[in-house]
């Protein structure tokens, strides 16, 4: 079978899988398996894709079309352009988070993050993958001490093997929030789960069935982790040091006002390239060194 009728075939399965995207889809598939770029692919629509590549092709669509994740087949995603380990320990990293990345560089490059003893130090909570650190840590251009937690081991392990195929120093450390950790950070990042519990049963199948639930349940009214984060956080920032969220796109006011009365200031909401807001963060300065 050739390139051009194997794509199209793999658009049709998908299609009638109701499977989204199934244009692009069927092409990462493809591209997965043969190897073949966009441009090698314009160039020769009509090269025969050998049989061992079509068999392999053909059983990567059915588990597709079984509505697993495209990520879990390939065991692969990209984010700020760098490529991630992702597997069921770990929610698959989006797009939407890029956005928190992309504010805390701001920060650490502006020169308005105070160091613990001399240094940076970063933190991400429930890391999973370790994505967010990682890339701050890869892309902040300054020598920055990062930890991510998780209460997960498996996605530990995961974010380490990511930290090691990257070539970027981080430690990692099983905890439940700020349990086992006891020091103070510059920064403290978090993508938290936010989607409320109720809703869980509502959302597509890639997520429903294949992303960790304990990376996806933020309690009744999806606010449990920002409520003990924003409390327990004060104990483990430096004086003005930086509190950084990823919410969903309803949720950044309640957090503003928590955030508020937890005695956060200067605190600031961000939107993602789709115009939802998506970024909440301020700094913690304690009464007695106002």
Known sequence: MTLKCAYQQGIERLRSARVPEPELDAWYLLEYVTGIGHAAYYADPEKEVPEEQMEQYDRYLAIREGRVPLQHITGRQEFMGLEFLVN??????????ETLVEEALKLLKDGSVPKTGGRLRVLDLCTGSGCILLSVLRYAG???DGEGSDLSGSALQTARENAARLGIEARFTESDLFENLKERYSMILSNPPYIESSAIGKLQEEVRLHDPLSALDGGPDGLTFYRKITDESREHLEQGGYLMFETGCSQAEAVTDMMRRAGFCGITVKRD?????????????????K
């Open 88 to 97: 069921r320990d770990v929610l698959i990293p989006r797009q939407d988070t």
């Open 273 to 289: 390239l789709a115009g939802l807001d998506r970024v909440v963060y301020g700094r913690y300065i304690r009464q007695e060194e």
């Open 142 to 144: 300054q020598d920055i």
